[in-house]
C-alpha cells in the first residue's frame, strides 16, 4: 500500500450537547482502591496483541483493500482519545477522580479502520452513530457489526497506549461532559484502556446518556476485579461477539 493509502483522517464518535446532559444519581459507594495492572496481566496484552498481527496480517490486507475500493478516502484513520491517569492510584469513590482543570488522563491516537464517508460530519455534527446509519461507507456496517475496525488498536497496545482488554477511551472533547454528568466516569481512566471489555461483551455501542451510564457500570465491575483471569475470560468472550456480529451496527 502507498503512503497515501495510509493517511489518516477523522471519523465522528458522537454524543449529546452538554446542555442535554443530567447529572446523575451516584451508581455505588466507595469500593477500595483500585487493584494495580499486574505484570502478568499486561505481558498477556502486550503477547495477544504481537501474535495477532502476524496471523491477522491477511485480514489486514483484505479489509484494507475493501475499504480503499468501496469509499474514496484514506483506509485507517486516528483520533485523539483520553488514555490512563498515571497521577497516582486513589480509592474508587465518586470524589476521587473529580478533577475539572485537565483533560482526565494522557492523550494518545487510536487507530481503526475508516468505517463512515469522510464528510460524515460535515451536516449533522457530531452524533452518536445509529443502527442504519446513511454515513456508514458499503464495508463499514459489515467492519462495525464484526469489530473488524478496531484490529488497527493492536498496535496501540503494544505502543503502550492501550490494552486488549479495558474501559473504551473516549475524545477529550465528550469526555469533560460525560465525565460530569455521570457518576463515576473518571474512574475508568485508573486503568489502561482496552480494544475490548466486560462492557463491550454485553451491551451495544452508546445511544445516549443511559447507555454510557450503563457502560460505566460494567466498567467498575472490571476495575474491581481486573486480573489475569478475567482479562483471558474477556478475551475468550469477544471472540464469539465478533464471529456473531452481536451487539454492534
Known sequence: ???????FTHEPLAAESSAELVTSQPVHDAIGAL???????????VG???????????????????????SPGPIIYAQPRVGIDRRGRRPLDAGSCKRRSDLGGRIFRI???????????????AVWATKGDARVTPIGE????????????????????MNIVGPRPERPSLFRSLSESVDGYRMRQLARPGITGL???????????????????????YLRHRSFAQDLAIMARTFPVMVARKLGW
Open 142 to 161: 459489515f467492519l462495525r457489526q464484526s469489530r473488524l475496525d478496531e484490529i488497527p488498536q493492536l498496535f496501540n497496545v503494544l505502543l503502550g497506549d
Open 48 to 70: 495477544v496483541a504481537a501474535v495477532s498481527i502476524v496471523v491477522l496480517a491477511p485480514v489486514f490486507i483484505a479489509v484494507g483493500l475493501a475499504v480503499k475500493l468501496t
Open 199 to 221: 462492557a463491550q461483551i454485553n451491551q451495544g455501542y452508546d445511544t445516549g446518556l443511559d447507555s454510557v451510564r450503563t457502560k460505566v457500570q460494567y466498567d467498575l465491575e
Open 35 to 45: 487493584p494495580p495492572e499486574s505484570v502478568a496481566s499486561r505481558a498477556l496484552n
Open 1 to 7: 500500500m502507498s503512503s497515501s493509502t495510509l493517511r
Open 111 to 125: 487507530y481503526k479502520f475508516r468505517t463512515m464517508r469522510t464528510d460524515a460530519e460535515r451536516r449533522s455534527g
